[in-house]
């Protein structure tokens, strides 16, 4: 069994200390990114150990087209997390992101839909 550390099990305060790590501290994204945009790898190559494996991981998730909240719920991390790592990945030309166009501030009915049946299958 794993050790515990401040009332938290050792793999699960690393897991957080790495994701601190990853994302250099920060919990928001360098630009506005919707938990439902839809995002794509940029490249048909796999991304080599240079890179983060969180990189990595999502690069191959996005061979299918998924949304920032799929992404998160995929690899078992925060959403604050999965919209900083995905930003960044979109800087870097690493993927593409599909920003849904909202109407008078209002989501589209169609993709909120789209959301929920998508959650509804996780």
Same mark, same amino acid.
């Given at each position: 069994m794993?050790?515990?550390?401040?009332?938290?099990?050792?793999?699960?305060?690393?897991s957080?200390?790495?994701?601190?790590?990853?994302? @250099?501290? %920060?919990?928001?994204? %360098?630009?506005?990114?919707?938990?439902?945009?839809?995002?794509?790898?940029a490249?048909?190559?796999?991304l080599?150990?240079?890179?983060?494996?969180?990189?990595?991981?999502?690069?191959?998730?996005?061979?299918?087209?998924?949304?920032?909240?799929?992404?998160?719920?995929?690899?078992?991390?925060?959403?604050? &997390?999965? %919209?900083?790592?995905?930003?960044?990945?979109?800087?870097?030309?690493? &993927?593409?992101?599909?920003?849904?166009?909202l109407?008078? @501030?209002?989501?589209?009915?169609?993709?909120?839909? %789209?959301?929920?049946?998508?959650?509804?299958?996780?």
């Amino acid at each position: 069994m794993g050790s515990w550390h401040n009332g938290e099990p050792e793999a699960e305060r690393s897991s957080l200390v790495r994701m601190y790590a990853v994302t @250099g501290g %920060r919990t928001a994204p %360098r630009s506005d990114l919707a938990m439902e945009a839809l995002v794509s790898s940029a490249t048909s190559a796999q991304l080599g150990p240079t890179y983060a494996r969180e990189y990595r991981a999502i690069s191959e998730l996005c061979r299918q087209v998924r949304s920032v909240a799929e992404i998160s719920a995929l690899l078992s991390v925060p959403l604050g &997390v999965a %919209r900083v790592l995905v930003a960044d990945m979109e800087a870097d030309g690493l &993927v593409r992101v599909y920003q849904p166009q909202l109407e008078a @501030g209002l989501p589209d009915r169609g993709l909120l839909e %789209r959301v929920l049946s998508g959650l509804r299958r996780l």
